[in-house]
């Protein structure tokens, strides 16, 4: 299996003041394989935000190496690993981040347009992937009109805008009731099964990273367990 995310002694410290620092992430390693469902659980304060802002290359470790589909990160400029993200990595948030006064479907399509895809193909894809999510039919609504759930499976079809090898989801039933959320896991194991993505779940719900196929926990930024997952198949009623 190809690895596709390389995470070598990473480590990333803070400094509150000197001489004090704060290590948020301490020596992880980390390795995912193409196509992997993988979980990342931890509680509060034991590293998942900071460990995904580095995964997802939104920030960078202050020692260590890290490989994105064979790309060296720490090598790259701001603007060249923005366009990286923008290719690779494709981002779902608790909080949906979807522009309000935009449509479902131009919110699909503003990936797209920031890689300068041209204007029917961004439409066509988006309508093809809001029809993936379940969401044909509410396309023309904004955020607004539409439930947590739909905000979600929006953000997710907007997450697959420029096809990603990538999806990174950062607590994406957090603000969610568990119908809704196993709803949206459904989604990522379709995308993970029929579309041979690789996903990376961080979530604090044990129960969600169940659902995997691999569990990496995280303790005041260091790696303490690596499990198998049960997959789908192991979801509780």
């Known amino acids: 299996m190809k690895t596709i995310i390389d995470m070598q002694e990473i480590t990333k410290s803070y400094f509150i003041g000197h001489p004090n620092e704060f290590k948020a992430l301490n020596d992880v390693n980390i390795r995912i394989g193409e196509g992997e469902f993988v ?8 590293g998942k935000s900071t460990l ?3 995964m ?3 920030d960078r470790p202050t020692e260590g190496k890290y490989y994105l ?3 060296d990160v720490g090598q ?3 603007h060249a690993l923005s366009g990286i993200r923008n290719r690779k990595i494709g981002f779902v948030f608790q909080t949906f981040n979807l522009i309000p006064r935009m449509s479902a479907l131009r919110n699909v399509e503003l990936p797209m347009a920031y890689a300068r895809v041209p204007g029917r193909r961004r439409a066509e894809r988006a309508r093809q992937l809001l029809e993936i999510v379940g969401m044909k039919d509410r396309m023309s609504h904004q955020p607004n009109e539409l439930s947590g759930g739909q905000k979600q499976r929006v953000a997710i079809a907007r997450a697959m805008a420029n096809n990603p090898a990538i999806i990174l989801a950062d607590e994406p039933t957090g603000a969610l009731d ?3 959320g196993h709803l949206v896991m459904d989604i990522f194991h379709k995308l993970h099964e029929e579309e041979g993505k690789t996903i990376i ?7 969600l990273a169940g659902e995997t196929e691999r569990i990496i926990t995280l303790r005041d930024g ?3 367990a690596e499990l198998a997952g049960s997959g789908k198949q192991g979801r509780t009623a």
């Not at 979980?39 to 034991?46: D, Q």
């Not at 779940?201 to 129960?207: D, G, N, P, V």
């Open 222 to 224: 260091a790696v303490i």
């Open 178 to 180: 568990s119908t809704t």
């Open 69 to 71: 589909d064979g790309i």
């Open 52 to 54: 995904m802002n580095i």
């Open 56 to 58: 997802g290359a939104l």
């Open 201 to 207: 779940l961080i979530t604090h719900s044990r129960e």
């Open 76 to 78: 790259e400029k701001d």
């Open 39 to 46: 979980a990342v659980i931890g509680e509060s304060g034991s």
